[in-house]
């Protein structure tokens, strides 16, 4: 269930059959689990019902280092082909195909990178870190301590791996390390393309001015012709006699003053930007300053940053507009200086501002650099912002330190960002981010502001848990779902929003098959779902919200908890709810979960319901909507049946006039000629499209259902985008009135559908 197993299990490693034995009493203990449930007052000494237990779910993967899955990761060095991050599997397999394609006589070879690829993950595990050549090679020493043959083997592949780069595992800073290394190759991309332009024009205009000083007296000198010879053939040249004989220089050829004085500013402007670092290897110009840094912790700092660089930027785009008429010899002072002289940082449009490094913020949720106000206005603003989020505590306790497990806070500031329409928004944890990394990087990319909430998992400190497993566990159990939303995919939101990847998005909880050996070690296959609740288990900060089932405690007066979820919050009945848990030694147990923990699986499940609706699932607008049409087509089906009832009726001449009044609304409809625009309006949903395109053109009726009211209001091209974008197609745009209107035949051509 969680999305570590994915059948790749390592060479003598992976996945047990989960065959745990079943104890229903973890111990016993004096407390009335009704009172329990209902208070969430237990023993003030009472024992953790939860150390060392996991979500019954989660018993299976108790050493995650001998599998192989997506993590750890390699941040990959300099520019490649591929993607800038790479899964360490994906490397070795790339890396065995080379080496060591199936065969017998490679299997040697294969079973000991695969051995060696599962040391490195263990190193990284424990906390090492590195670029992979250097955990590679303190890897292969380890494992050569105790087999000799492992030295040669090791070798031939370090020869034969073709990348190198930071190893990162599943960490507390992962989505830190993970955004800002694919955020820096989106910079490096954008750098590379500036740098080919700014050097292109940086060489012309500096030819320009050479050219200038070659004609001018003062480049016809010794000196000057000595110096523009060069040091190789300077023995070969008599340079006093040669500047006596070279022609005087043509005053008229020379670069005007203000031509002159125009190129050197923009040179200076180019040479001394400090915008994007030169490329590697290369020095700074002389004289330039330390390009300026893009990377804050904070939302202020990054914003106060922008707005104190603006008009430089301004300068720099105005130098580079320059320059490329300048090197086109296509500068007209009379009808350009106009122009640039009103140039500063308001004119710059976002595609201008595209062309430049976008700010990255990395904070952390609860830190003291999170501030939630700034944070919507810059995410709402016109700034090209990116702020990761790293969020680390999803259950947090109200406030008011009442012990309801209620924050989330999280996952509403992602929620808050989708409203605001604007920003990129993608939420995930950490341990999915690898597979979205697509989605990061489109919004790296996206022009404006971005916002990447990423939920860690529980800090080290408060679990056992590894930090893969709690994060994975948090998007399972919905209390940290992932989606995202791109403003840049369409216009509707169905467009825009997606629930990505998260396992059976149309059911509440994910379900699963668990299977276990009960007290007579008979295999017991059952369903199970991973809820909040288990999720809860994971952290002990939450651990107070369960409690060990005490002995003589009858079975049946327990419910599970995602079942109990599901009820009525009043309906007590003299059960409780429990959530299975195991220990590391295999064995089941169940612990009963209060009252509040339960509340907080509620409102876990109404923000989940919420998102589903987002994207599609269970979209109360559609429902209704297909409910009101159902009661239509059986309205209209009734009628016709009382219809033809009284046609066969021998009396036709009294029913007539009766059928004749009752089918005339149908009738006017399909009367209409396709010529005529209308709109269906008994079938509007009220969806807002129309009337946003154009609110004089169509309008709503007393039932808050769209007509047109008024057809010459607007374009035929407005009335045909609002036949596009009507989701139910019931905007028929006719035939055009105005014929002069532009681009009418590809107009008639996209109507022709809604005709
Ligand atoms: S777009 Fe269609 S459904 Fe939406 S308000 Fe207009 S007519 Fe009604």
Redesign the pocket.
Known sequence: MINVPTGRDGPGGGRELQTMQMNVDLEAQTVDPLVFYLTGKRPATGPDALVGQRPALLAGYADLTRLRYDFPLVLIEGKTDGAPVRSLSSVVDNLLQKIAPPGMESEQLRKMILRLEREIRALAAAGASGRLSELWDEAAARLEKSDQTFGKSVRIARAALEIDGTVLDCRADMATGFIAHLWSAVQADKAQKFRVTASRLAVRLADILRADHLRSAAGRNAESLMAAIGLAHQALFDFAALAKVLPKSSPGEALSDSRRRRIESALAVLNGQRFFAPAPGQARPEGAAEPYSFHFDNCADAIAAYRARLPELAELLKAMAIAELEVDGAYVEGKHDVVFAGFDAGSLSPRDLALFPDYLVTIREGGTSLDHAMLMDALSSDLSLKVVLQVGDLAAEAPAGNGHASGLRGTQLATLAVALGEAFVLQSVSSNLYQLRERVLRGLSFAGSALFSVFSGVAAQQTSLPLYLSAAAAMQSRAFPAFSYDPSAGRDMASRFSLENNQQPEADWPVQVFEYADPEMQRISQQAVFTFVDFLVCDPRYHGHFVAVPRGFQAERMVPAAEWVGRPSADASGSVPYVLTAGSDNVLARAIVDDRAIGAARRCLERWRRLQEAGGIRDSHAERLIEREKKIWEEQKRQELASSTTAAAPIPAIALPAAATQAEPAAATAQRSPDEAY?ETER????????QINDRM?AYNGNK??YIADIRAGSYGQLVE?AE????G??HPGKPIDQAEPGLDDLIKRAEPFL
């Open positions: 709109i509007c949903s009220t969806c807002n499209e129309c009337t169509f259902q769209a609002a974008s009507c989701q139910l019931i905007i």
